[in-house]
């Protein structure tokens, strides 16, 4: 398959290439930007006057629900939500039921989502047997059946004494480990501590638990030199603390949440379960920090969080909601958002969703890469029109989980069209 994209503003925010141009596919790659062959017949043309050619986004935190937990989210549903919102390539944490600490589900899980032939998808390995914390599993098997690092997902480890023969282990045989930095027993509370969460009533989560599971992470990196990947960053000192670990040569990288980037604890309102969040949302003074360190290069990529919840689940008292919202398809947008707020050109915003995501996970995306629009480079490509708007309707989501904070926010930005390998995916 030929395929002519005509007429559009082309970025690619890892070479910095910005200018109104053509870009022609065939079959699975990209073979030509601006210098099209006068002999080039393409198949399908596509109009992309006054939208922005961009490569897809690379989404790194993507509850898919399968297996295990269906009724919140399907892998059709969720995979056509993400290139819906022009994501091509998602990574999915291992807290499936069963999880991921075994070749043969992650086997399964690649290939029904091969399947589809929708985004991408990079699982996660646990990377303790049951997220229990006690034993490792068996990484070298489970990198072999596709997983591109290991992680805790959501649970704490406990033992020091695991986590730094798994640093020991990931170390010697080049593997990742993805951890979210927060202390198991500081971090039991439903909102962040501060004024707000006291006048509630609400448990809280200090920034503490944050730090002081940063800390025990560090010095662990220091000990063995494994690579390690901090998910979802939630406040000032974190941030200051990466910083500071960057400075000083660790191989650390950390991402941070559209929720946390856009939201603060005073949006919780009344009790809105919405706003039930995990990492739970901080003050504004956190997210003025996170913003900052987005800019700047400390936090290296923004990615969704995206977690579906069924009504079941949310619709309960705040305390006692199930944390997370949807955000697949909200990922482009709110990136814009946070650009046109803070006056960031708009290369360098893209860059977050795009190559800066795809650096975390390297070699993982294989021959081609992601995240990038480049001559000979996997045809994973998204279209969007910069000056459209839309009002967020949760209902017409393509989730199944339709609960978001950003629910009636008119947001800049709409998604024409995806393509994954060259394939037409998604199309307004």
């Known amino acids: 398959m030929k395929i002519l994209i005509q007429g559009g503003r082309v970025i690619d925010p890892a070479s910095g290439f910005d200018e109104k141009t053509d870009v022609a596919l065939v079959d699975r790659a990209v073979t030509a930007i601006k210098n099209i062959e006068n002999d080039f017949s393409p198949d399908h043309v596509i109009d992309a006057s006054n939208c922005i050619v961009m490569p897809g986004l690379v989404d790194l935190q993507v509850r898919l629900r399968e297996p295990g937990q269906e009724h919140a989210g399907m892998l059709a549903s969720e995979l056509a939500a993400a290139v819906a919102g022009g994501v091509t390539s998602v990574v999915c944490p291992p807290d499936t039921d069963p999880v991921l600490d075994e070749a043969g589900l992650v086997e399964m899980l690649r290939y029904r989502a091969q399947r589809l032939n929708l985004a991408r998808v990079f699982p996660l390995g646990a990377l303790t047997c049951r997220l229990e914390g006690e ?194 398809e909200l990922l482009l947008s709110l990136t814009l958002k946070w650009a046109q707020d803070d006056g960031i050109p708009l290369p360098r915003a893209l860059a977050t969703v795009t190559n800066r995501g795809a650096d975390v996970l390297g070699a993982s995306l294989g021959v081609g890469g992601g995240g990038r629009l480049v001559v000979g480079g996997v045809a994973d490509v998204c279209i969007f029109d910069p000056q459209a708007h839309w009002v967020v309707q949760p209902a017409t989501l393509r989730s199944q989980g339709r609960y978001t904070p950003f629910g009636g926010y008119e947001l800049p930005g709409r998604v024409r069209a995806t393509l994954v390998g060259g394939d037409m995916v998604f199309q307004s």
Not at 228 to 255: F, I, M, Y
Not at 281 to 302: F, K, M, V
Not at 312 to 318: E, G, N, R, S, V
């Open 135 to 328: 034993i490792l599993t068996e990484m070298l098997a489970l990198t072999d059946a596709g997983c591109v690092a290991f992680s805790q997902a959501e649970i704490p480890l406990v033992n020091t004494q695991v986590l730094l023969r798994a640093l020991q282990y990931a170390s010697t045989f080049g593997y990742a480990v993805w951890l979210r930095p927060q202390e198991l027993y500081l971090g039991k509370g439903v909102a962040a501590s501060g004024p707000l969460a006291m006048r509630m009533g609400l448990s809280g989560v200090p920034v503490a638990a944050e730090t002081i599971a940063l800390h025990t992470i560090f010095e662990l990196v220091r000990a063995t030199k494994a690579r390690v990947h901090l998910c979802r960053l939630s406040s000032a000192a974190g941030v200051s603390l990466v910083r500071q670990a960057k400075a000083e040569g660790l191989p650390v990288s950390c991402d941070v949440s559209i929720n946390s980037l856009h939201l603060s604890d005073l949006d919780l309102g009344y009790f809105d379960s919405r706003m039930r969040l995990h990492p739970p949302l901080r003050q504004q003074r956190d997210r003025d920090a996170l913003r900052a360190g987005l800019e700047d290069g400390t936090i290296d990529a923004l990615v969704s969080d995206h977690t579906p919840i069924d009504e079941d689940a949310k619709t309960l008292p705040f305390a006692q909601s199930e944390p997370g919202a949807t955000g697949l």
